[in-house]
């Protein structure tokens, strides 16, 4: 894979600045003797230098000085405070990217000099094992080669899409916040056989790897998910009489309600930043 050939540099050295760090480093995008990190906080510098072999620091402007693409991997609400520590020393050379949930690119760009080429991107936390989910969005400046540059960084460490930025909310609230709904429906089915004379540890064995198989056939085989679902689906046979409660419980209402809610609270979100900064 040919290099980026950029230095990158994250205000912020925690988990998901590690993941990326490491998988662009892995698959020769970046070398690390090209990327820094920086944190005020010493044990995050330490864990992001021995996961990535990667240099950090503890000043947000050491970052942006040696940067060309600036990534903030900061709490959302530290973005304000980050931006002006950093805006003086900003160039019109730079790429920023924001992982920061409910942070729209605009909030950045008001915030930068001149007319600085923000991306937006919502990674969720599969992207720490390299299975990452990625939606990817332009700011007004941004331009179709920083789109292209993002995409490849973040291919690294999973799948990514590009999609309009009204759009990231519902992203936050599907596969942002995706896996802890997979979690809770993983732990509802151990729960259950559990209940029906099933040891924990075999219940959990079994889920998991019924999980895995499942996500695994379904991104394999090209067939859609609704022709999968009839394949295991015996008339008058154990599965039916399963996904037959399902239904009647109002399955799929429930879900359309819990992404409508974690997509409602996302943009919630960023309004209250907003509000809070202006």
């Not at 015996?234 to 009647?248: D, N, Q, Y």
């Amino acid at each position: 894979m040919d290099e980026v050939k950029k230095r990158i540099g994250f205000l912020g050295a925690g988990n998901m600045a590690r993941a990326i760090a490491g998988g662009v480093v892995r698959a020769g995008l970046v070398r690390a003797e090209d990327i820094v990190a920086s944190d005020v906080v010493l044990q995050q510098r330490e864990g992001f230098t021995r996961a990535t072999n990667c240099r950090s620091v503890n000043t947000n402007r050491e970052v942006t000085q040696f940067a060309d693409i600036v990534i903030f991997a900061v709490k959302p609400f530290h973005v304000a405070d980050v931006c002006a520590e950093i805006a003086e020393l900003t160039r019109t050379d730079q790429l920023f990217v924001s992982i920061c949930a409910g942070i729209r690119s605009s909030f950045i760009e008001k915030r930068l000099r001149g007319t600085p080429r923000v991306i937006r991107v919502m990674p969720n936390t599969p992207a720490l094992i390299g299975c990452g989910a990625t939606a990817i969005s332009a700011g007004r400046y941004a331009t179709a080669d920083d789109i292209e540059t993002v995409r490849r960084l973040f291919d690294a460490i999973g799948i990514t899409v590009v999609l309009e930025e009204d759009l990231l909310d519902v992203v936050t609230g599907l596969s942002g916040s995706g896996p802890a709904y997979v979690f809770y429906f993983a732990e509802c089915l151990i729960q259950a056989a559990q209940k029906l004379g099933l040891p924990e540890d075999a219940a959990t064995k079994l889920v998991l790897q019924t999980l895995y198989g499942a996500s695994k056939m379904a991104l394999e085989s090209g067939k859609p998910l609704s022709e999968l679902r009839q394949a295991v689906t015996t008339k008058g046979g154990t599965t039916e009489a399963g996904l037959r409660v399902l239904s009647e419980g109002g399955f799929s209402t429930l879900v359309e309600k819990c992404v409508e809610a974690a997509t409602r609270r996302s943009r919630e979100l960023s309004g209250e930043t907003e509000a809070t900064n202006r």
